[in-house]
């Protein structure tokens, strides 16, 4: 069971990364999906959520218009476009799985509510 995210390396300001997080050893397409990033000297924090199927969508409020959180279930996928970098976007992103099959029960931004992470992959926006 786990979560390997891919995608991250060194943009300059304005410019755009795709990360991807590959799921496997569970049933992918039944659970809430997170991307978080922790930048350096601070706490990890929430970025974009999605719901098990990929109709609900939310983000914190720095990343909203420029960020978009999808998922393919057929591949077992999640996706984070980031679009309009800029140097506070710099950090390692981690994509996380809910704890629990049941939606009612995950809360995209608090970690506790998550039972899987990733390693992280490192962005660094800098010119």
């Known amino acids: 069971v786990q979560l390997v995210e891919s995608g991250g390396g060194l943009v300059q300001p304005g410019g755009s990364l795709r990360l991807s997080c590959v799921g496997s050893?569970?049933?992918?397409?039944?659970?809430?999906m997170s991307w978080y990033r922790q930048s350096p000297g601070l706490d990890r924090e929430p970025v974009a959520g999605?719901?098990?199927?990929?109709?609900?969508?939310t983000y914190v409020d720095s990343v909203q218009g420029r960020f978009t959180i999808s998922r393919d279930n057929t591949k077992k996928t999640l996706y984070l476009q980031m679009n309009s970098l800029n140097p506070e976007d710099s950090g390692i992103y981690y994509c996380a799985r809910a704890a629990s099959l049941f939606e009612s029960r995950w809360t995209w931004d608090s970690q506790s509510s998550h039972g899987l992470w990733g390693q992280g992959t490192q962005v660094t926006v800098s010119s």
């Open positions: 999605i719901s098990s199927g990929g109709r609900t969508t």
């Open positions: 050893g569970f049933s992918f397409p039944s659970y809430g």
